[in-house]
């Protein structure tokens, strides 16, 4: 082996053993991250510790494989002023075919606003506004495959508008759901050990364009008059947001008129780290068909840092904990779910979460089942 080739493999065997211990920090680089919001108010309440439980519309988000559970048909409809007046909104339909499976259609939609036109000549704006906004159009389909085990998959189309500017994508979610009698109080499969698996926005990259791109360019300053050739700058493809999850709930209690339930998610994305949500919900049954829920969750349990702050002060006052980062902490919520009778019901969720100094998340939900 040549010195050369010997300097080469060292360098190498260094950059990956630096790569190892000092892991690069891929914040930032992906587009379309709205599709890490939380859909579903019952899900996003208990942290996001829902790869397993979901078996409402929300699936389509958490785990396409919970379709399966829906019977009849099912819509969901969720709005959520999200932070500095940025708005999310979710709305989709589920049909049972029988023998087929459930084929479910929906679109999640993300409004930021309008804001003002700024140039370098007029900093302090132009007078004219411009709109940004991005939006996912997905067909999902999922399916029981046998009484223990289900299949989910859904196919999105992706696009992402700024002002006179745009970018698309296509993607595809998988999932998996296996139910087991492991911990069941019953014995059933239903209230036992359930397992869930999801990946999601494996797709095409994301490439801006448009006419606000265009820029004239001088190519000399020498000689000539070139100061105005039309010119376009060109922008890199983003990866979308890819999404493993995989997640395990248990039902400690199951009885006729309560159930509690337990679940933890552990999440690998490839922009940020690994993190891991919690869950709980208790589920008070009344006699007619109707529950009441009261839910609460933390998200990313492993990446919370808290700072201990003076437990008594003069006035005998105790302070709460402080989270530092505003996208990991307690989420708390709760639901109701009506029988209407002749096999229709409405469920209401609402979900809420501190989001620091970006200030408060409320999530709101209606499902309604015929």
């Excluded at 359930?194 to 494996?202: A, E, T």
Aim: glycine letters at 12%.
């Amino acid at each position: 082996m040549t010195m050369k080739r010997a300097n080469s493999h060292l360098c190498f065997t260094l950059l990956l053993a630096l790569n190892m211990v000092f892991p690069v920090n891929r914040n930032g680089t992906t587009a379309a991250n709205f599709l890490e919001i939380d859909v579903g108010s019952a899900g996003s309440s208990m942290g996001g510790a829902y790869v397993s439980l979901a078996s409402d519309m929300s699936a389509v988000y958490w785990n396409p494989a919970g379709l399966s559970a829906i019977k009849n048909r099912e819509t969901l409809f969720l709005y959520q002023p999200w932070i500095v007046g940025i708005d999310n909104v979710f709305a989709g339909i589920g049909f049972e075919l029988p023998k087929i499976g459930t084929l479910a259609f929906s679109i999640n939609y993300l409004d930021y606003g309008d804001e003002e036109v700024t140039t370098v000549d007029q900093p302090d704006g132009t007078g004219e506004l411009y709109t940004a906004n991005e939006y996912a159009l997905s067909i999902s389909y999922g399916r029981r495959i046998v009484n223990w085990f289900s299949f989910g998959a859904s196919a999105k189309y992706i696009s992402s508008n700024i002002w006179h500017n745009s970018a698309n994508a296509f993607a595809l979610d998988l999932g998996v759901i296996v139910d087991t009698d492991f911990f069941s109080v019953t014995g059933d499969r239903y209230n036992g050990l359930k397992i869930g698996m999801s990946i999601s926005n494996y797709g095409t990259h994301m490439k801006y364009d448009g006419m606000d791109l265009l820029n004239p360019i001088d190519i000399t300053d020498d000689y000539g008059n070139f100061e105005n050739v039309p010119g376009q700058f060109k922008t890199d493809g983003w990866e979308l947001p890819l999404l493993f999850r995989i997640g395990v709930s248990i039902q400690p209690l199951y009885s006729t008129s309560q159930i509690l339930t337990l679940s933890i998610d552990a999440l690998h994305p490839n922009n940020n780290s690994e993190s891991i949500n919690l869950g709980g919900q208790y589920e008070y049954r009344i006699p007619g068909g109707t529950s009441l829920f009261l839910r609460a969750g933390l998200k990313g349990t492993n990446k919370i840092n808290f700072e201990e702050i003076d437990f008594g002060s003069s006035e005998g006052e105790t302070r709460i904990e402080k989270i530092n980062n505003a996208e990991y902490g307690f989420t708390y919520g709760g639901g109701l779910k009506i029988n209407l009778g002749r096999n229709q019901t409405i469920k209401i969720d609402y979900g809420y979460k501190a989001m620091g100094m970006l200030g408060n998340m409320h999530q709101y939900s209606l499902g309604y089942i015929f």
